[in-house]
DNA sequence: ATTAATGCAAACGGTTTGCACTACT
DNA sequence: AGTAGTGCAAACCGTTTGCATTAAT
C-alpha cells in the first residue's frame, strides 16, 4: 500500500521515534504499517495478517503481532476485543472509541466519545469515580432494521 | 454440588422440561447443571470445565459445552463475553445484565439494568432504535481505588 | 559488533467436531 | 428400538513462544 514517507503523521516520523527508543525500521515493518494506516480505524490481528499476507504472501503471523506490540508502545495503536471475543486494534487517529455491533446483521457502528451514547456510557460511570477505557466497550444489540 | 431435586425453580423442574423438547437427563448433565446453579451468576466456559473437573476428573469439555448448549437453548443461560474475550455464562435468575472490570485492579461490577448505568446504557441507544443486549455489555475502566 | 527483528515451527488455550459407543426415553 | 448424549481424540482458530538466522543500527 502507501509507502510510509507518503502517509501523514503520526505515520511519517514513526521509524525516528521507533529508534528513538532502539527499536528498528523493517521492511516487514511497514508493510504492516501502510495496511494498518491505510485501515478504517479498526482491525482485528487476524484480519490484518490476512490483508498483509495477500500483499506479500510470505508474511507470518509472529511479525505482524510484533508489529502490533510495537504499535501499541508507541501509542499508536490501542487493542480491545470485538463482538466475538478476538483482538481487536484500534487505530489510534480516529480517537479512542468503542464499537456496537447488531447481533443480527452484523452492522456496526463507532461509539464516539463525543456522540450521545458516548458521553452517556462514560457519564454513567462516573459517579462511582470509574473511568470507562470506551475502546474496550462493545455493545451487542438489534439495531433499528433488524426488529 | 447440590442434587437437582433440592434447588429451586428454575433448576429443579429442568429435567421435566428437557423431556419436553425431546431432550435427555443426564447424570452428566446433573454434575455441570449443580455447578451452574451454585455458581455467583456468570463462569467462563473454561472456568466450568475446570470446577466440574475437580468434582469428577472423568469431566470432558465437550460435554460441558454441550450442556451448555442445551441450557442456553432453555434459557437458563445466555453467554456474552468477558474483558479478555473469552465466552462468558451468565445464569439466568440473576437477570440480565453486563460487567465491569478495572483494568488495574481486576476488580469486577454487574451491570444491572434497573441500576442508573443499566438503564443510561439502554437508553443511549434508544434513539438509534438500537435495542442493547445488556448481557454481552463489558466495560472496561480504571476504578476509583485505582487512580 | 551489537542486538532487535525475522521466519519457522511448534505450542498454546479455549472451544468445536467426527465418530463409534452408551444409555436415556 | 430409536436417537440424544457421551467420551475420546483430533482439529480448530487466533495468538504466542523458542530458537537459530538475518539485518538494522
Not at 495477500?54 to 480491545?80: F, K, N
Request: charged share 20%; net charge negative.
Amino acid at each position: 500500500m502507501t509507502p510510509i514517507n507518503q502517509l501523514a503523521e503520526p505515520w511519517r516520523s514513526l521509524p525516528e521515534r521507533l529508534r528513538a527508543r532502539g527499536l528498528r525500521w523493517t521492511p516487514q515493518r511497514e508493510a504492516v504499517v501502510s495496511v494498518v494506516a491505510g485501515s478504517d480505524g479498526h482491525l482485528t490481528g487476524a484480519e490484518l495478517v490476512e490483508r498483509c499476507r495477500s500483499a506479500d504472501p510470505r508474511t507470518t503471523p509472529s511479525t505482524v503481532y510484533r508489529t502490533l506490540d510495537a504499535l501499541e508502545a508507541m501509542g499508536l495503536v490501542q487493542h480491545g476485543h470485538g463482538a466475538d471475543g478476538r483482538e481487536e486494534y484500534h487505530v489510534q487517529p480516529a480517537g479512542e472509541h468503542g464499537h456496537r455491533y447488531c447481533a443480527h446483521c452484523g452492522k456496526h457502528w463507532d461509539i464516539d466519545p463525543t456522540s450521545a451514547a458516548g458521553a452517556a456510557i462514560i457519564e454513567a460511570f462516573r459517579p462511582d469515580g470509574f473511568i470507562v477505557d470506551l475502546s474496550h466497550v462493545t455493545i451487542v444489540g438489534r439495531c433499528n432494521g433488524c426488529t
